[in-house]
């Protein structure tokens, strides 16, 4: 059976609101006044974190803020606010469920395992999924091939193809020899037939 791998982030889902809108909040559980150098700084030292697959990396971050009180309050904010910003894009979810009667579906995803979850679950489209992965599992992010080699592990399959809006997400699929779909807006409407093969 061909199983369909979803990414999550831009694919599946969205926020419905600005990111530094949700990052302010975070940042306003522990200070009334937020320095703007929290706001200017924050995101280049957490990407860097997260790239090395740093463990807590937004806690991590948020402890080389200057005069952060609290630096696991703000990553639980934060991760408060994400949920709760998260919404599936329209008609995702009538589409899962039409592929998922006669395909596997799986969710591949940058990102740490909890927040990526939480934030699937908090959507509704969890009972269609039948495998998740998240890169930090898998010890890097996408387009490295690790994480598509563990959803492998997770999902038996005669065939694989990823579903993404990141260039990223079709690097890595090809290499590890999949199909690839670059979501560029709209729905899913033409999966499986759109498809491409390498071989």
Known sequence: MLALVFDLDGTLVQFDRPYDDLLHAAFESVTEDVP????????ETF??????????????TAAELEGCPDPTAVA????????DATQ???????????LADTHQIGVLTNGL?????????????????????????AGAHKPDVAPYRLLEERLDASR???IGDAATDIEGAKTAGWGTYRYDGGDFAELPDAIEWDR
């Not at 703007?36 to 995101?43: F, I, P």
């Not at 990407?47 to 991590?60: E, L, Q, W, Y």
């Not at 639980?76 to 949920?83: C, G, I, S, T």
């Open 36 to 43: 703007e150098a929290w706001m200017e700084t924050y995101n």
């Open 113 to 137: 395992p909890a927040w990526q979850r939480q934030k699937l679950e908090a959507t509704g489209l969890e009972p269609s999924v039948d495998a998740f992965v998240a890169s930090y599992e």
């Open 47 to 60: 990407f860097d974190h997260f790239r090395a697959c740093t463990p807590a990396p937004v806690a991590r």
């Open 76 to 83: 639980d904010a934060l991760l408060a606010q994400e949920v």
């Open 88 to 98: 599936a894009i329209d008609a995702h979810r009538a589409e899962l469920e039409r």
């Open 160 to 162: 694989y193809a990823m």
